[in-house]
């Protein structure tokens, strides 16, 4: 929508999502010359001015304010091509300047000195029909079941998922187009979620930070290099999930940080204002806002066929009181604290994308209780398709180092999680927010000696993979590297070198491949028809069993001891129907665990152990759902 009396319009309105084609740098080509036009939404500057490599960065060259409501105009005619070319915006207000990126700029210099950098379409040529229609088919939300398809998430960090040795320097998107589509294959991974791409000034936010939302970090390569490297994830069958911050943005002084002079994209007011990230929040009650950041969403979605947005830091944005103490914070009129503004505005943007790509997952990174998040817009929830499960997940970390004489007071870790495992559509992470500041590794956290934490770590990737919720696995987590995840340096692949960490990913993948080929495991994962326990409250054995379903009936059984030592279990099958399909590697032949007792039949678990077993039941049927309404 860049129709010069509509667009700006509609943007002022909060309903332009198309709002990169009006604002920003537009080219067009008249008699033979460049025609870039450049339009910024400044409202309370005084001036605005361009300054660049073309015209010069001390020959400011001046704006006209266009719209009542701030949007301010500059055209500049070359003889030539200006790709490439650095510019920033000057904006002056009470006899003082500022010198902006733009907004909108495709691409950014940001990690240098922020400047935009000129940008054209490229008429990138995909090849992933193929992936698009299966994206179609598998991404569906039926009244038998909803999403019932396995999604298997590999969570990484481009920064530090690998880099060159010797100087230690980044691998460009290109070069990791080369190497991951056919790891994330081989591993058996649907998915690989990227923690922000956009463009951040500091290193050390890990890209949650954002001042260039529209421009895919230049650290690693321009905007064409990155659609290669989804374009090659695709081909392989691999989707793409990426990590989007609306919540809050850095005071970077090019940024967006008081952009014209005075809080603008942020709120006004103190008590909303600064988060204790030391950034500032959006205003997410502004119509100007909701254009810049859904049409952000939407831009991914569009030009780089993103396949899902995970939305970080869901809770700060609906509560007004989020990590703020008393007397720092004003209530609604009625004394709640949801920030009502923040819910519509989510509830617009899961409407917004699902109206165009229903077939696209939004997923929210969510850490309170807050009922509906997975619900529809339609019944007053906020309309994502996922939402992480960080309660399950430090649950479970605390269960894991604990002693396993003391895990019986702990149990609930493994039980009470089912309690509301289908109240919301859930993933569960085993994310970087838990391997980093001190809080050890994934295998690390296992208590016990080193040879059984391996063991441990092999259990609880069983429970994670056979519970009810689909799956996320942060890097490196797949061969147990023991150090801490470091955004400086890459994981230590050298680690492979020894038979541990080799065999531990082998299981990983195995049991990866054992996942994606049992629908009993993914079919009916957000309905309890797909789940029954066998034994819930087993806390003096650190043990669980239960079943898995599938839509035909299809049971899987079970079984992991958590405990240090042997654990005998009887299971109310007979053995002729048990068949044994996967374990934790543990276990002695068939004949040597497994002996029958009348109808039943007796399992001798090994310390830290898992196993899954088949059962044939007949077919399932699953009452529809009413819709859940939210009070």
Request: glycine share 8%.
């Amino acid at each position: 929508m860049n129709n010069s009396d509509l667009a700006p319009y509609f943007f002022h309105q909060g309903t332009n999502f198309e709002a990169y084609k009006y604002l920003g740098c537009t080219l067009k080509t008249e008699n033979g010359k460049f025609v870039y036009t450049f339009r910024v939404w400044a409202p309370n500057a005084d001036a605005v001015a361009l300054i660049s490599d073309f015209c010069g960065w001390n020959s400011p060259q001046y704006f006209s304010r266009i719209t009542e409501r701030g949007v301010w105009e500059f055209s500049y005619t070359s003889t030539h091509s200006l790709e490439g070319g650095a510019y920033k915006y000057r904006i002056f207000k009470n006899g003082k300047a500022f010198d902006k990126g733009d907004p909108y700029a495709r691409y950014s210099r940001g990690r240098d000195d922020g400047a935009s950098i000129i940008f054209a379409e490229d008429g990138f040529e995909w090849g992933d029909r193929h992936w698009l229609s299966h994206r179609q088919r598998t991404v569906i939300r039926t009244d038998s079941a909803f999403i019932p398809s396995p999604i298997n998430i590999y969570e990484m960090h481009i920064g530090s998922f690998m880099r060159h040795e010797g100087d230690n320097s980044y691998i460009s998107y290109r070069e990791l187009a080369d190497i991951l589509p056919s790891y994330l294959k081989q591993m058996g991974y649907t998915h690989v979620e990227f923690m922000p791409i956009h463009e951040y000034p500091y290193d050390g936010s890990w890209g949650y930070q954002v001042c260039a939302f529209y421009a895919p970090s230049s650290r690693f390569g321009n905007p064409t290099d990155f659609k290669y490297l989804v374009n090659a994830l695709h081909t392989a069958g691999i989707g793409v999930i990426i990590d989007w911050v609306p919540a809050h943005f850095p005071k970077d002084s090019w940024g967006l940080y008081e952009f014209d002079g005075v809080p603008l994209y942020e709120y006004q007011g103190k008590d909303r204002q600064e988060s204790s990230w030391e950034t500032r929040y959006f205003d997410l009650g502004r119509e100007e806002i909701q254009s810049f950041l859904i049409s952000n969403a939407l831009y991914f979605l569009r030009e780089f066929h993103i396949d899902g947005l995970r939305v970080d830091a869901v809770a700060s944005m609906l509560y007004l009181d989020f990590d703020r103490r008393p007397g720092e914070w004003i209530p609604n009129s009625d004394g709640t604290n949801e920030n009502r503004e923040a819910a519509a505005f989510l509830r617009k943007l899961n409407s917004a994308i699902h109206g165009e790509f229903p077939d696209v997952l939004t997923v929210a990174e969510e850490s309170t209780a807050h009922g509906g998040v997975t619900s529809p817009v339609d019944a007053g929830g906020f309309g994502f398709d996922l939402k992480w499960n960080m309660g399950w997940a430090n649950d479970f970390y605390d269960y894991v180092a604990t002693d396993p004489i003391f895990r019986r007071y702990k149990h609930k870790a493994l039980n009470f999680p089912i309690m509301y495992a289908f109240t919301e559509n859930y993933i569960l992470p085993i994310s970087h927010d838990e391997v980093v500041h001190g809080k050890k590794s994934f295998i690390d956290k296992m208590f016990g000696e080193y040879e059984d934490k391996f063991r441990e770590a092999r259990a609880s990737l069983m429970l994670q993979m056979t519970y009810p919720g689909k799956k996320l696995l942060f890097m490196g987590t797949e061969y147990a590297q023991f150090r801490e995840w470091d955004y400086e340096n890459s994981l230590e692949w050298f680690m492979l070198d020894y038979a541990n960490h080799r065999t531990f990913r082998e299981y990983t993948a195995s049991l990866n491949s054992f996942y994606l080929s049992r629908s009993e495991l993914w079919e009916i994962d957000f309905d309890e028809a797909g789940f029954e326990w066998i034994y819930p409250d087993e806390a003096d054995k650190n043990l669980v069993a239960y079943k898995r379903k599938n839509l035909d009936g299809d049971e899987l059984i079970v079984v992991i001891n958590f405990s240090g030592a042997p654990q005998e279990v009887r299971l109310p099958v007979k053995m002729q129907k048990l068949k044994r399909l996967f374990d934790t590697g543990d276990f002695p032949p068939e004949g040597e665990f497994i002996f029958p007792d009348s109808s039943e039949c007796k399992l001798l678990m090994p310390r830290y152990s898992g196993i899954v077993l088949q059962e044939n039941k007949t077919k399932i049927k699953i009452k529809h759902k009413e819709k859940r309404h939210v009070l």
